[in-house]
């Protein structure tokens, strides 16, 4: 580590950290970034603790053997905050000084919407920096899937697997919250994959008494359990659902249980298509460096590789597309 001296080299050095919120396949990521820079002759420098620790000085230089045996681990090696400062011009400031100080001449940021926000910051004091877009809220623009999404909407299906056995045995109703911020994505997929009654989102709102249509039609239909499954950043969130029915329960109505599964959906093994796409888009950061290609987030888009400028991505996150809610709804029936 070299938190106070300086990184001294005479070839080209590339820095690579991870921010925001952990995601399973960052490390994946940076295994691939170090190896590949390594590949290229490049001296690769990993930052500890995001952006705060880029502002603080806390460096250590990586080699190959470095990042062995950390493809299927969950989590970031480098670790990772969500740094506060960095939205400021003296923290910005800060960061630059930090990199030419230590002689970084391009910065890797892996890491979702805030992270590339930060990034691009970065860029307009001049910094070459590549994002690679991992976030478990998949809600960055320029990118079909980020790193993690995969992995987390997986855990979140096999709670959902495991509650409806419960729900099953008792007869019961359970709303399951996932995350995913102010994006349904999680929350669509795992409803979908997960057979759910009804799946609640931001991008399509779903009123307390339309979800209580669903459930009590399906219980008309026979069905002796339910699953609801609720994005946590919906204006109909598990909490007020629970408020609803807890006034309004009927004799007939499903004894309802509610289950938030918060941040276990982050920690685990990346699944295969995690830990592929983290190795793809890791390489494609060295690759995109080694032409001079900077300023751009890096996605994968009908199983391609795509740069997106980063000013098309900083603080513009999307929302899940709803297309696929009519059909799951049709099939809950």
Do not use: W
């Not at 940021?109 to 690679?132: N, P, R, T």
């Not at 096999?158 to 109703?173: M, Y």
């Amino acid at each position: 580590m070299a938190a106070e001296g300086t990184v001294t080299t005479t070839k080209r050095t590339v820095a690579v950290l991870t921010s925001g919120g952990d995601a399973p396949g960052m490390n994946a990521a940076i295994r691939a970034v170090v190896r590949a820079g390594a590949a290229r002759g490049f001296e690769m420098i990993g930052v500890l603790h995001g952006f705060t620790g880029l502002i603080a000085g806390e460096l250590r230089a990586l080699g190959p053997r470095d990042v062995g045996g950390i493809i299927d681990r969950g989590g970031t090696v480098l670790g990772t905050t969500r740094c506060v400062e960095l939205k400021t011009e003296s923290g910005q400031q800060r960061a630059v000084q930090q990199l030419r100080r230590h002689g970084i001449d391009a910065l890797v940021v892996i890491g979702g919407d805030g992270s590339q926000s930060g990034a691009h910051a970065l860029q307009a004091h001049g910094v070459a920096v590549i994002g690679v877009a991992s976030t478990i809220d998949n809600d960055l623009r320029g990118t079909d899937i980020s790193i993690g999404a995969t992995t987390a909407a997986e855990i979140a299906v096999e709670a959902i697997d495991r509650l409806r056995v419960t729900a099953a045995s008792h007869q019961r109703g359970f709303l399951v919250e996932v995350m995913g911020r102010h994006c349904g994505y999680l929350a669509m997929l795992a409803g979908i994959a997960g057979g759910a009654e009804a799946i609640v989102v931001p991008e399509m709102e779903m009123s307390p008494e339309a979800v209580a249509t669903e459930l009590r039609t399906a219980r008309t239909r026979g069905k002796s359990h339910a699953i609801v499954v609720v994005a946590e950043g919906a204006r109909h969130n598990a909490d007020m659902l629970e408020q609803y029915f807890k006034a309004r329960q009927r004799a007939d109505d499903y004894e309802l249980r509610v289950t938030r599964l918060g941040h276990v959906q982050r920690g685990g093994k990346p699944c295969l298509f995690d830990r592929l796409l983290a190795t793809r888009l890791g390489i494609a950061a060295i690759d995109c460096i080694a032409a001079g290609q900077y300023g751009q987030l890096l996605g994968i888009v009908g199983n391609e590789v795509i740069g997106t400028p980063l000013a098309d991505v900083a603080g513009s996150p999307r929302g899940a597309d709803t297309r696929l809610l009519e059909t799951a709804m049709m099939l809950a029936r």
